[in-house]
C-alpha cells in the first residue's frame, strides 16, 4: 500500500512533471530536508536564495576528513559543496595533505573520520593524530570544531577515533561548535542529519547569504559525484550477472575458497587494483525459520524499520543481522555482558535467554545487514568488464550447531547467470604505485592474495616485468594453495620476479609468512633500500600484527637501527604510502 493518496500522489507527480533531473534532485533533498529537520527548514522561496559562484562570506571553515575507502570522504565533498552553495567560505583537505601545524590559524573545522584496524585511525590520519597527541600540539583557543565519526558498532571501539579527536581538541582548548555525533554503518540517515546541522549553523553565521540559507542537498555538479553515481551506491548498486563460481581449495581442504566472476559487460564500472567490491547479501532463509519457529512469531507480521513496512520475515532475510551480534546487543537483551560469545548468532542468544517477544521488539533488537566487502582479485585490464573475487565460505560449528556466514554462503548459493547487487569502494590507500619501476613486495595468507592478483595482472597486462615479489600463507600445499597455477605462469612471464610461500600445516611446526621475511630478512632488506612498496593483506587481528613485527626487526637487524626508530620508519611508510595494509 502507498503512502500517499491517490490525490496526494496526483499533485506530487503534477508539481514535478516539468523539473529538470538536477531540479527533481534538489527538490528531493529538500524534502528529505523537510522530514529531518521539522520547522528547523527554512521556507522554500527563502531557500532558493543561492549566493552567486564564488560568493561566499562569514566565518571561514576548513572540512578535514580521514577515510581508508571512501565514506568520510564522500560525507566530507558533499558538505563541501552545500557549504559552497549556501555562501560559506570553505576549504576541503584530506588529513594525509593537511600540516597540523595550520590549525592554529584556522577559524573553524569540520571533521569527517573513521575508525580503521582495532580502534586506530585511517592510515592517512596517523600522522595527523600523532602530532595532537604530542607535545608539540598547540594551544587551540579560538578554534571551532565539530566531528562526525564514522563505524562500525560490530567492533568494540566503536568510532574510537572520533571520539579521540572531538576530546583531543577539547582539551587543546578548542570548542566545540556541535556535538559530535557517531554513526553506524547505515551511516546515510545520520550523516545527512548533521550536514544539515551544519548547514543550519552555518546559515545562522552567514547573514549575507540570505538569513539561515539552508541548502542542503544542493544538487552539485562536477566529475567526483557523477562518477560517484555511475560507481553505484549502497542505495542503488549494479545488478551484476555471476559468470563463474568455481572452489579454489581442494574437496579435501578444511576450508573452502571460492573464486567467483561477475560481468561488467555495458555497466561503464571502472575500478583500480587494490580496489573493494561491496556485495548485497541475503541471510539463509533456513537461520530466519529457525527463529520465527523458536519465537513462534508469524513471518507475515508486518514490522517496521526506519518508517518503512516490511514482512517479519523479510525484515530478518534482507535487511537485519542475525548471524552476529556485538557485546552490545547481548548486554542490552540479557542485562549482562558476561557469556558474549563473538560465534554465536541471535537464534544461540533466543535460545539460551528465552522472552516474551513481539516482531517488532524483535527488529529492534537487530543491526541493519551489511554490505559484505571483499578485496578484488582481478584487473580491468587483464580481465575487460569484468570483477573477481575470492572468497573463503564461513562455516563452523558452534553450540552444536553449523554456523554459515551470511554474505560467504549467499554467495555460495549463487548460480551462474544469477545477479548480485554490487558496488565499487575505492581503496585509495591501497595502490600500486605510481612508477612501474618500484619495487613491490606483497605479504598476503588465505584470501588476502586476492589483491595481489588483481596487481600482477595488471601489471603483465602492462608489460611490466619483474620488481615484484609475493609471500603467500595458507594451510597445506596440496589442498589450499590458492591460484597455484596463475602464480607459477606469472613467475614464468616474468611478471612475479619472486614467490616465497608459508604452509603452516605440513610440519609439525607452524610456519607463516613472517618466518619466510625473517628468513630472507637481507633480500628484503635490500629490496626496501631499493624503494620498494609493502603490501599486507587479510587477517588484522594476528597475521598483520606479526608481519609488522617482523618488519621491526629486519629494519632493527638489517638497517642497525633501534626499535623506535624502526616503528617510526614504519610509520613514516604508512603516511608516505610506501607501506599499505588492507587488513580485516
Ligand atoms: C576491506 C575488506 C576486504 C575483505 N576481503 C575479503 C576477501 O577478499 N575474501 C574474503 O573471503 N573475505 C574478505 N573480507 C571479509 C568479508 O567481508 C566477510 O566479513 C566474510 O566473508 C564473512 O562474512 P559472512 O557474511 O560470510 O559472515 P558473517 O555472517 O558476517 O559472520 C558470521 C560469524 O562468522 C564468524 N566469521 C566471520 N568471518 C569469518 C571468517 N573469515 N572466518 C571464520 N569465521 C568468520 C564471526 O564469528 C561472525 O560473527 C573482507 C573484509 C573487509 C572489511
Ligand atoms: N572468527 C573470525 O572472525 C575469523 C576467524 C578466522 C579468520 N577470520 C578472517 O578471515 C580472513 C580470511 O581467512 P582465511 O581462512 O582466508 O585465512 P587465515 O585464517 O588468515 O589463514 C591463512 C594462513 O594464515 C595462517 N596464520 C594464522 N595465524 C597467523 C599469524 N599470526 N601470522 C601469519 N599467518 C597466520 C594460517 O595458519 P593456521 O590456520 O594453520 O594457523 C593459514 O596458513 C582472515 O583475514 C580473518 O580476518 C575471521
Ligand atoms: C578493517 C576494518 C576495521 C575497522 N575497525 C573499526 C573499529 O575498530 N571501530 C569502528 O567503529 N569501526 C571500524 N571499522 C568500520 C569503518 O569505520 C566504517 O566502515 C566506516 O564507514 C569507513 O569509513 P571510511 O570509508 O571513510 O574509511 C572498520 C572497518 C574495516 C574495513
Known amino acids: 500500500m502507498s503512502l ?53 562570506h562569514g566565518i571561514s571553515t576548513t572540512i578535514l576528513y580521514g577515510s581508508q575507502t571512501g565514506n568520510s570522504k564522500n560525507i566530507a565533498r558533499k558538505l563541501e559543496q552545500e557549504l559552497k552553495a549556501a555562501g560559506t567560505t570553505v576549504s576541503i583537505k584530506s588529513l594525509r595533505d593537511y600540516r597540523p601545524q595550520q590549525l592554529k590559524k584556522e577559524q573553524r573545522i569540520l571533521v569527517v573520520i573513521s575508525t580503521h584496524g582495532n580502534g586506530e ?24 570544531f565539530a566531528v562526525l565519526a564514522l563505524g562500525d558498532s560490530s567492533y568494540e571501539e566503536f568510532c574510537q577515533t572520533g571520539r579521540e579527536l572531538d576530546l583531543r581538541l577539547e582539551q587543546l582548548g578548542a ?176 535460545e539460551q535467554h528465552p522472552k516474551a517477544l513481539d516482531a517488532q521488539t524483535l527488529v529492534e533488537l537487530l543491526r541493519p545487514l551489511k554490505a559484505r566487502e571483499y578485496s578484488i582479485a582481478s584487473s580491468l585490464e587483464a580481465h ?36 548480485a547487487r554490487i558496488h565499487i569502494k575505492p581503496n585509495e590507500r591501497f595502490k600500486l604505485p605510481a612508477d612501474d619501476q618500484t619495487r613491490i613486495i606483497m605479504i598476503g595468507a588465505g584470501t588476502g592474495v586476492a589483491p595481489f592478483r588483481s596487481f600482477i595482472a595488471e601489471r603483465e597486462a602492462r608489460d611490466v616485468q619483474g620488481g615484484s615479489w609475493l609471500f603467500f600463507g595458507e594451510q597445506h600445499f596440496r589442498t589450499d594453495f590458492l591460484y597455484q597455477s596463475e602464480w607459477l605462469q606469472y613467475l614464468q612471464s616474468g611478471a612475479l620476479e619472486r614467490m616465497s610461500v608459508a604452509f603452516s600445516r605440513d610440519q609439525p611446526e607452524k610456519i607463516y609468512v613472517q618466518q619466510r621475511l625473517l628468513e630472507q630478512a637481507a633480500a628484503v632488506w635490500d629490496w626496501l633500500q631499493q624503494g620498494a612498496h609493502v603490501y599486507v593483506c587479510g587477517d588484522m587481528h594476528k597475521m598483520a600484527k606479526d608481519v609488522h613485527q617482523a618488519l621491526t626487526q629486519i629494519i632493527t637487524q638489517q638497517g642497525g637501527r633501534t626499535p623506535e626508530q624502526a616503528e617510526a620508519q614504519l610509520e613514516q611508510w604508512i603516511s608516505a604510502g610506501r607501506y599499505q595494509r588492507d587488513v580485516y
Open 4 to 56: 500517499l493518496n491517490a490525490q496526494q500522489l496526483e499533485r506530487v507527480s503534477h508539481a514535478v512533471q516539468d523539473l529538470t533531473p538536477a531540479q527533481l534532485a534538489w527538490v528531493g533533498g529538500y524534502l528529505s530536508g523537510l522530514s529531518l529537520g521539522g520547522n528547523n527548514v527554512i521556507p522554500f522561496p527563502q531557500a532558493l536564495q543561492v549566493s552567486a559562484p564564488g560568493q561566499q
Open 121 to 144: 585511525p585511517p592510515d592517512d590520519a596517523r600522522a595527523f593524530f600523532q602530532f595532537i597527541h604530542s607535545h608539540r600540539a598547540p594551544g587551540l583557543e579560538g578554534l571551532e
Open 175 to 350: 570548542s566545540r561548535w556541535l556535538a559530535r555525533i557517531d554513526c553506524d554503518v547505515d551511516f546515510g540517515e545520520d550523516a545527512a542529519g548533521w550536514r544539515q546541522q551544519v548547514l543550519e549553523k552555518a546559515g545562522r553565521d552567514t547573514p549575507q547569504a540570505g538569513g539561515n540559507a539552508i541548502l542542503f542537498n544542493q544538487p552539485v555538479s562536477g566529475s567526483t559525484v557523477q562518477q560517484e553515481q555511475a560507481l553505484g551506491t549502497q542505495e542503488a548498486p549494479y545488478a551484476a550477472e555471476l559468470l563463474a563460481l568455481t572452489p579454489v581449495t581442494d574437496a579435501a581442504s578444511d576450508k573452502e575458497v571460492l573464486h567467483a566472476e561477475f560481468s561488467l559487460a555495458g555497466s561503464g564500472i571502472r575500478y583500480q587494483p587494490g580496489d573493494i567490491l561491496a556485495l548485497q547479501v541475503r541471510n539463509d532463509s533456513a537461520l530466519v525459520d529457525a527463529i520465527l519457529s523458536h519465537t513462534g512469531l508469524d513471518g507475515e507480521t508486518a514490522v517496521t524499520l526506519k518508517g518503512k513496512t516490511f514482512t517479519l520475515r523479510t525484515a530478518l532475510q534482507e535487511r537485519l543481522e542475525i548471524t552476529s551480534l556485538t557485546r552490545k546487543q547481548y548486554e542490552n537483551f540479557t542485562g549482562s555482558s558476561d557469556g558474549y560469545q563473538a560465534d554465536a548468532d541471535w537464534l544461540d542468544v533466543l
Open 384 to 419: 575487460p568488464e569484468e570483477v573477481h573475487l575470492l572468497v573463503k565460505r564461513v562455516d563452523y560449528p558452534h553450540n552444536r550447531r553449523r554456523h554459515l556466514g551470511a554474505g560467504s554462503n549467499w554467495l555460495a548459493r549463487l548460480q551462474t547467470g544469477d545477479s
